[in-house]
């Protein structure tokens, strides 16, 4: 019966460890969570709303049900959207179309990023300023498909391409897209009459570049055979290097290629290997230049000679002091190396 009553005492007392431990764990969760509302209250006073929103995002990681993060985290959202929209509108009175057009760009994507999105007079501003960037963005798009730069046009128009953030926007998005488009094919048709075979490197430009449009060009000949009849598929070196280190031969015909390689006579569909021709040598010279260097310096080494005769003392100097009991002769002797 001890027995048993024993391993009732012993479930009883793990039993009761355990029930300790989990409010001890609770216990430290809900100092922790504490600990980082406060934290976050404190950056939203000091209005830091971006540190603010990732403190409340860490709360809502530990308990997605906790209201009071939910709150903190949509209002600390919506006023770094606000200020932020506040600094696009700065820059863009200030005449700084792009800054502002690029700020713009990065709240836009913040808000996809955390999937949220502003609401009452902070909606309204972004809509306003967003209706403006794209303004900017058309034009600066527009400006440079009159002169012809199609392919900057088209490169800046895809970095601004989250601006055009509502259904309406990205049908305009689309269709500007559109217009560089037919203005490429414009292009691509007035190359036809310069690709032959005497320009070949014209004709591989061209076309790369209608390709990249969508557009088929047919130059009537192969560009590859055509620019490699002229080029070279690498080198083919030849001459002495007798005294050379065979080491130092491989690496520098393996720099020799690598910087070939990098100029406008390589293909790799040339016709034959470019004929170098090296002539090199390798010495070295050794001279040992003896260096004299002469220190001087002069030492004064005191002593007082113990003996009841004074004695002479070759290139010594004396100095007399006295006092109450007597006088005393110190010599100072010079040595000079």
Known sequence: MRHIDGVMATDQYCSRIAQ?????????????CNSLHKNAEILMQGEDYGEAAKVYSQILHQDPNDAKAIVGLKKARTNWIDRKLIDVRMLRLSEQAGPAAELLKQIIEREREWQFYPEGAVQYTQEEETQLAVRFVIAQVEAWRTKGYLLQARAFLHIYH?????????KRYEAIGGQLAASAREQCQG???DLVPSQPYFATFAKRYCDSWGVSVDPGFDIAKVRGAVLFNGIQISGTAETIPKALQTRGQQR???AF?????????????????????FASDHTKTIEHTVHSYTVQVPYTVMIPQMRTIPHTTYTKSCNAYGCITTPLTTYTY
């Open 191 to 193: 190359f036809k009459q």
């Open 261 to 281: 390689q990098r100029t406008a006579w390589y293909d790799s569909e040339g016709a034959a290997p470019l004929a170098v021709q090296v002539n090199a040598a």
């Open 162 to 170: 989250p601006v055009f953030s509502t259904p309406v926007l990205v």
């Open 20 to 32: 300790t431990s989990l409010l001890g764990c609770l216990c430290f969760l809900i100092l922790a």
């Open 256 to 258: 020799l290629l690598s």
